[in-house]
Nanobody, 115 residues
């Protein structure tokens, strides 16, 4: 299994930006998909963005045009650039990696968007 560690969360004003990072314990080329999920209080965890080993990306409608998922193979890192943040983006953000049927999660990083 792969170990994943998120970082980069924090408090930001509406309209601001943050970049989340997810550090993997193994080469990310070997991970089929890497995704960012989020969970707000009282809500279900939802998929925010994903990237496959082939480089295909997908986004939730609510973040299209504002968030960008990317990766850096040499550093075994996956990023989520979040721009034009809104209060409804407030949540704990989780990194998830899938290799075949095996899924690993990070511990999460809190993002709070508030004035």
């Amino acid at each position: 299994q792969v170990q994943l560690v998120e970082s980069g969360g924090g408090l930001v004003q509406p309209g601001g930006s943050l970049r989340l990072s997810c550090a993997a314990s193994i080469r990310i080329e070997t991970i089929n998909t890497m995704d960012w999920y989020r969970q707000a209080p009282g809500k279900q965890r939802e998929l925010v963005a994903g990237i496959t080993s082939g480089g295909s990306t997908n986004y939730a409608d609510s973040v299209k045009g504002r968030f960008t998922i990317s990766r850096e193979h040499a550093k075994k890192m996956v990023y989520l650039q979040m721009n034009d943040l809104k209060p409804e983006d407030t949540a704990v953000y989780y990194c998830r990696g899938r290799i075949g049927v095996y899924v690993s999660w990070g511990q999460g990083t809190q993002v709070t968007v508030s004035s």
